[in-house]
């Protein structure tokens, strides 16, 4: 509530409540005086005055009466121009918009939960949030670029407009029941503010970073992200290995996008009442029945298994690498219990 007072709603309301008061103790005052009335009789005459709408009088006036109660007339009316003014100017700054609108995202991140944050929406936050949203992954924006916020704006993303070094901005956008925090901002420093607090204020929050600089990857590291990206590392290597293995790129890059062909490489994890939980890869019916490549096999302990051998077998909460069609991919993900499966929307 103070802070309703303090911003610039609050304070013109705060300004329209006095002018508004002082009429009321100008026009009682002035009955009480001049024609010695009583102060509910003062406090009625001024309420029907300053309203117009033309009540009886407690009793007759007398000149210097009627004189006080035409003044009082028009300065109420002045009054109510000058608040239709007042008020229209607000409503033209957009205060009462971005409050109703402040309000209405209050209330949607109070609901959301298993969500990812994102600080920093440039062009890898933009192409970030897309991607996940296109996998029905709940996004949260933290950006203060106003040119952003305009066409985060137009494309209806959930968005806050702040600073994503400030504590309270990450607190809002519920990082206590996020999944994860992807820090993206562009200067190196902030992004290690940014994990640093995250950390703190989640402990079992995914983090995932951007390095812009050589060095500042160990420092993310170290400050609690589980994850560095370096954009100018991972595209030079992505240059040199086109130029190398063009063809194998060309097919990994299909096959993680899946962009012109039906086949797509993604993870699936087991839960533990999975059918398949102590099977056999030879056993499970995966190439058989759904026409799938297990690539690899992580452990929970984090162990990846490369190119599993047929009698390697599945423990509870393995996460499993497959290459296949989308469409072989989501009924395996069905088949095995709900298997968490990355797939793309229009897949089921």
């Known amino acids: 509530m103070k802070g309703f007072w303090n911003s610039a709603i609050g304070q013109r309301t705060s300004v329209i409540a006095a002018i508004s008061i002082a009429l009321l103790a100008f026009g009682v005052a002035g009955y009480m005086l001049l ?14 005055t300053l309203s117009t709408v033309g009540f009886t009088e407690v009793r007759p006036l007398d000149s210097i009466g009627r004189i006080f109660t035409m003044v009082l007339i028009l300065m109420g009316a002045g009054f109510i121009a000058f608040s239709l003014a007042y008020f229209s100017q607000i409503v033209l700054d957009g205060d009462v918009l971005e409050a109703y ?9 109070a609901q959301m939960e298993n969500h990812y944050i994102i600080c920093g929406c ?25 040119s952003v916020l305009v066409r985060l704006r137009e494309k209806g993303l959930v968005f ?22 992807v820090a993206v901002v562009s200067k190196d420093s ?16 995914h983090i995932f970073a951007r390095a812009g600089s050589p060095g500042t990857d160990k420092r ?16 030079a290597a992505k240059i040199a290995h086109n130029i190398l293995r063009p063809t194998v790129t060309d097919f990994l890059d299909l096959a993680l996008s899946g962009e012109g062909m039906h086949l797509s490489l993604e993870e699936m994890r087991l839960p533990e009442e999975s059918r398949l939980i102590g099977m056999e890869l030879r056993a499970s019916g995966i190439r058989d029945n759904f026409n799938l490549i297990i690539v690899a096999i992580k452990r929970a302990d984090g162990t990846m298994v490369f190119n599993p051998a047929p009698g390697e077998k599945f423990q509870p909460s393995d996460t499993l690498v497959a290459i296949g069609s989308v469409e ?10 709900n298997c968490y499966a990355t797939l793309r929307p229009g897949s089921e």
């Open 328 to 337: 072989n991919l989501s009924r395996f993900g069905r088949d095995c219990t």
């Open 35 to 48: 024609e010695h009335f009583t102060f509910l009789e003062a406090l009625y005459m001024t309420v029907i």
């Open 220 to 235: 993310l590291l170290k400050a609690g992200a589980d994850r560095v990206v370096s954009p100018y590392v991972i595209g």
């Open 160 to 181: 806050l407009n702040g600073d994503a070094t400030d504590e309270e901005n990450l607190v809002t956008a519920g990082i206590d029941r996020a999944k994860g925090l």
């Open 190 to 205: 902030e992004n290690v503010f940014i994990v640093l607090t995250a950390r703190d204020l989640n402990k079992k929050l």
């Open 101 to 109: 609108r402040r309000r209405k995202l209050t209330k949607k991140l």
């Open 122 to 146: 440039g062009q890898m936050g933009q192409i970030i949030a897309d991607r996940l949203l296109e996998h029905k992954v709940s996004v949260v924006i933290v950006e203060s670029d106003e």
